[in-house]
Structure formats: C-alpha cells, structure tokens
C-alpha cells in the first residue's frame, strides 16, 4: 500500500506528501510516518513534524465547524444526513463509556491508541458530539497524536532496522 501512495504522491515534495498524508482519515499519522521514512527517507524530526501538522488541520476544522456544518446537514434529509448520524454515532459509542468517564484525559488516550477508528478525526468528532470546549480538544487531540506518533515511530525504525 504505501508504494501506492508514494507513486500518487511522487510529483509533490516528501515534505509535502507526508503533511497531506497525515490529513487523510484513513492514513493519518499511522501512515503518514511510515511512508516518509522508510518510502522518501525523511530525517525522523521532519517526517514527525509534517505529520503532526497534516493530522492536525483536519482536527481544526472539525472542531470549529462540525457544529455548524450538523446544523446544516439536519435540515436536510438523504443518503448524506443519514450518512453523518451514523458516522457520529459511531464516533459516540467508540468514546462512550471508560473515555467518556476520563474526558479530556480519556480524548487523549482513545486518540493515541494507534488502531484504525481511533486517531485524530474520530477523536474531533467525539470532541463535538460531546460538546468538549475547543482549545482543550484541541490540545488533547495533539497530545494523542503526539503519543500515536511516537508509537508509529518506535514500530517504523523498529521494522525498517529489520528489513
């Protein structure tokens, strides 16, 4: 797979490539670190960085216009509403019950945990179905980017050591 990625990415620059790798909902950081420095060779300092910062725009934009953009999709019926309140439904039972109980600390925890459905973008959409105050998510979810990161990173160098 990320031989596919680094062929569609080819023509930007790896700093560039990693940064809106890291914006994507299903890659994020998890797979935006990996392809920098095993696919273009980043130093580790620079495919962290550009992947924390791409993960992070999203989370931005979730958290100061989810509210908005719901409102929105609510008055209005179809395949997407229906679409939208299943997916935070989703988001809302993830985070439900041992996260929720913990809040802000659970936010960060349940984000830092590198599995699929539990990075920065569920994370942020937890935060709003929640109503957590922005700056606080906000921090949160860096924090757990920031401990899923170090995760990915440890597993990267590990498996690029070895291979």
């Known amino acids: 797979m990320s031989s596919y990625i680094i062929s569609f990415f080819s023509s930007f620059p790896p ?5 809106l790798i890291g914006m994507t909902p299903v890659g994020e950081i998890r797979l935006a670190l990996p392809v920098a420095i095993l696919g273009y060779k980043l130093p580790i300092w620079e495919a962290f960085f550009w992947g924390v910062m791409g993960n992070m725009v999203p989370v931005t934009i979730i958290l100061s216009f989810a509210k908005y953009f719901h409102l929105w999709i609510h008055k ?3 395949w997407f509403a229906s679409a939208w309140v299943k997916y935070l439904d989703r988001a809302q039972h993830k985070f439900a ?4 109980k913990y809040g802000l600390i659970g936010l960060m925890i349940f984000v830092g945990i590198p599995l699929p459905m539990t990075g920065a973008w569920t994370g942020a959409l937890a935060a709003f179905v929640f109503a957590l105050p922005f700056g606080k998510s906000w921090f949160s979810i860096l924090a757990g980017v920031i401990i899923s ?3 990915t ?3 990267t160098v590990g498996a690029g050591r070895i291979f």
């Open 15 to 19: 700093e560039l490539a990693t940064f």
């Open 76 to 78: 209005r019926s179809g």
């Open 97 to 100: 019950g041992d996260y929720q």
């Open 149 to 151: 990161g170090m995760a």
């Open 153 to 155: 990173l440890l597993i």
